[in-house]
């Protein structure tokens, strides 16, 4: 069993920066592909970027590359999510997932465990 809980989300203007974190418990945090996906007002949830179990690998949805950029520290049980550049359209509740598999996880379908979510606003 993993509990993910997300903090850093708010409130900024757009071309501001946020960075979120993700803080899992549990000792198998190594063991888990970690991502993170959003879901705007009124749509559906869908992927913003993923990292590997050791860190190695990542990959971003095409709306956050060059502005994204996810991290991890398995020494802290932590994933973050440094976001730069902020749109309005970037305004979401975002989640951290995790995923046993060995794959990215770029789909909701292969999430393991969710996070509760933190809202992120970007105002124009």
């Known amino acids: 069993q993993v509990h993910l809980v997300e903090s850093g989300g708010g409130l900024v203007q757009g071309g501001g920066s946020l960075r979120l974190s993700c803080a899992a418990s549990g000792r198998t945090f190594g063991s888990y592909a970690m991502g993170w996906f959003r879901q705007p007002p009124g749509k559906e949830r869908e992927f913003v970027s993923t990292?590997?179990?050791?860190?190695?690998?990542?990959l971003y949805a095409d709306s956050a590359k060059g502005r994204f950029t996810i991290s991890r520290d398995n020494a802290k049980n932590t994933v973050y999510l440094q976001m730069n550049s902020l749109k309005p359209e970037d305004t979401a509740v975002y989640y951290c997932?995790?995923?046993?598999?060995?794959?990215?996880?770029?789909?909701?379908?292969?999430?393991?465990?969710w996070g509760q979510g933190t809202q992120v606003t970007v105002s124009s």
């Open positions: 990292i590997s179990r050791s860190g190695a690998s990542t």
């Open positions: 997932a995790a995923s046993s598999s060995s794959a990215l996880l770029t789909t909701p379908a292969r999430v393991d465990y």
